[in-house]
């Protein structure tokens, strides 16, 4: 599975655009597996979703349509044909992509059960990487009235795995012999 945020711009004061890639368990587990998070254009979100994609295969991705980010289904799907490269992207009904309702502060306190849970994973060997900096930080400065920190792109995109309907993949079965 893939979540995102995407932002439209690589200004110093801008929002960042944040994509985590998702492995779900069969315990209901997600485990983060690989990502970005970065100040970028478009184009550089694009081709990081794409090279993900094509690394991943993911079961669905993750596209926020709120406002002007409806355009973004349109123009992925004309990249997909453009590069050959097509997924799923997860839908909310019939309708393709994640619409959010209310504050995300909101969504977010719905993701935190996950957390405290221990449902979510984060490996050690991204540790160092902007991503999980960016994380620990919007979770340390998180609140219940909102985001301390200086940014919520990551969190944002944490909450977005509520929307995704993953599937459990199958319990290992213990292995039987039998002789005839």
Same mark, same amino acid.
């Given at each position: 599975?893939?979540?995102?945020?995407?932002?439209? %711009?690589? #200004?110093?004061?801008?929002?960042? *655009?944040?994509?985590?890639?998702?492995?779900?368990?069969?315990?209901?587990?997600?485990? /983060?597996? @690989?990502?970005?998070?970065?100040?970028?254009?478009?184009?550089?979100?694009? @081709?990081?979703?794409?090279?993900?994609? *094509?690394?991943?295969?993911?079961?669905?991705?993750?596209?926020?349509?709120?406002?002007?980010?409806? #355009?973004?289904?349109?123009?992925?799907?004309?990249?997909?044909?453009?590069?050959?490269?097509?997924?799923?992207?997860?839908?909310?009904?019939?309708?393709? #992509?994640?619409?959010?309702?209310?504050?995300?502060?909101? %969504?977010?306190? /719905?993701?935190? =059960?996950?957390?405290?849970?221990?449902?979510?994973?984060? =490996?050690?060997?991204?540790?160092?990487? !902007?991503?999980?900096?960016? /994380?620990?930080?919007?979770?340390?400065?998180?609140?219940?009235? #909102?985001?301390? *920190?200086?940014?919520? !792109?990551?969190?944002?995109?944490? *909450?977005?795995?509520?929307?995704?309907?993953?599937?459990?993949? %199958?319990?290992?079965? =213990?292995?039987?012999?039998?002789?005839?």
């Amino acid at each position: 599975y893939i979540t995102t945020d995407l932002g439209t %711009s690589d #200004g110093k004061k801008n929002d960042f *655009s944040v994509i985590g890639v998702w492995a779900y368990t069969n315990n209901g587990d997600w485990l /983060l597996v @690989d990502g970005v998070c970065k100040r970028q254009l478009m184009d550089a979100n694009v @081709d990081n979703l794409f090279r993900f994609v *094509s690394m991943y295969k993911p079961l669905s991705v993750g596209i926020e349509i709120n406002g002007q980010q409806k #355009g973004f289904i349109q123009w992925l799907k004309t990249e997909m044909i453009t590069r050959n490269v097509f997924f799923n992207f997860a839908k909310q009904g019939a309708v393709e #992509g994640i619409r959010r309702t209310g504050k995300k502060i909101e %969504s977010f306190k /719905l993701f935190v =059960p996950t957390i405290k849970a221990k449902k979510m994973w984060i =490996p050690s060997e991204l540790k160092d990487t !902007d991503l999980i900096i960016e /994380l620990i930080e919007e979770l340390r400065f998180a609140t219940g009235e #909102g985001f301390k *920190s200086k940014h919520d !792109d990551v969190a944002d995109m944490l *909450s977005m795995l509520l929307e995704m309907n993953p599937f459990k993949p %199958s319990a290992n079965a =213990p292995v039987e012999y039998v002789e005839n």
